[in-house]
Nanobody
Framework: QVQVEESGGGLVQPGGSLRLSCVAS????????MGWYRQAPGKQRELVAV???????NYADSVKGRFTISGVNAKNTVYLQMNNLEPEDTAVYYC????????????????WGQGTQVTVSS
């Protein structure tokens, strides 16, 4: 099994910045992708940014130029640097990990963290 833990949410004023971190831990697994999703009240969960083990990155159009995702494969960690935050960015942010677990037989699983609240308000 893989455990996923996020940190770094909080309250920030419009135009401010926050950095989210996510660590995947466990044994006998290999990361395929790590990414961030968010869910605002009354809305569906949506992709924010994802990075593959090979370094390919994809962003939602709404965050391009403002958010930066980066990963450190050796540490199974992913970061989301969020700049120029807007009230519309207010949501619970979830870390997602897709990984192959090698025992008892290799199989790909999808894991979620518990979520961290980001609130952008003056």
């Amino acid at each position: 099994q893989v455990q996923v833990e996020e940190s770094g949410g909080g309250l920030v004023q419009p135009g401010g910045s926050l950095r989210l971190s996510c660590v995947a831990s466990g044994s006998l697994f290999s990361i395929k992708t790590m990414g961030w999703y968010r869910q605002a009240p009354g809305k569906q969960r949506e992709l924010v940014a994802v990075i593959t083990a090979g370094g390919s990155i994809n962003y939602a159009d709404s965050v391009k130029g403002r958010f930066t995702i980066s990963g450190v494969n050796a540490k199974n960690t992913v970061y989301l640097q969020m700049n120029n935050l807007e009230p519309e960015d207010t949501a619970v942010y979830y870390c997602n990990v897709q990984a192959v677990v090698f025992t008892p037989t290799p199989r790909q699983y999808n894991y979620w963290g518990q979520g961290t609240q980001v609130t952008v308000s003056s």
